[in-house]
């Protein structure tokens, strides 16, 4: 079984130098087995084309929040009912929420 596992960083994580305001690391990851991560980037890049006409599209959270970039249209009067109604998370959770497989912890 071949399996992939990708990780971000997001805040501070220099020991040296911590921001008072934002005193926060955070290491998150997502494992994916082979077949599942086919499946995944399949239905992303769907995702990325119906929303922003392309699937070379790179999510960066900040860009999102703020509504910069390709995600100006979530700022849109026509997309701000879109994104009320089912957000890109929502989206991404009811696309593959039935499809993601707990991985049995042992203890």
Do not use: W
């Amino acid at each position: 079984m071949d399996f992939t596992l990708y990780l971000d960083e997001s805040g501070d994580h220099g020991l040296n130098r911590i921001d008072p305001s934002f005193p926060v690391f955070v290491l998150c990851g997502v494992l994916f087995h082979e077949k599942g991560y086919a499946l995944f980037n399949e239905q992303f890049n769907t995702l990325k084309v119906h929303f922003f006409n392309s699937n070379e599209l790179i999510f960066h959270s900040r860009e999102i929040r703020k509504c910069e970039k390709e995600f100006r249209i979530l700022a849109d009067e026509r997309t701000k009912l879109i994104k009320k109604q089912k957000s890109l998370t929502g989206y991404l959770l009811n696309s593959f929420a039935d499809r993601v497989t707990p991985i049995p912890r042992r203890i």
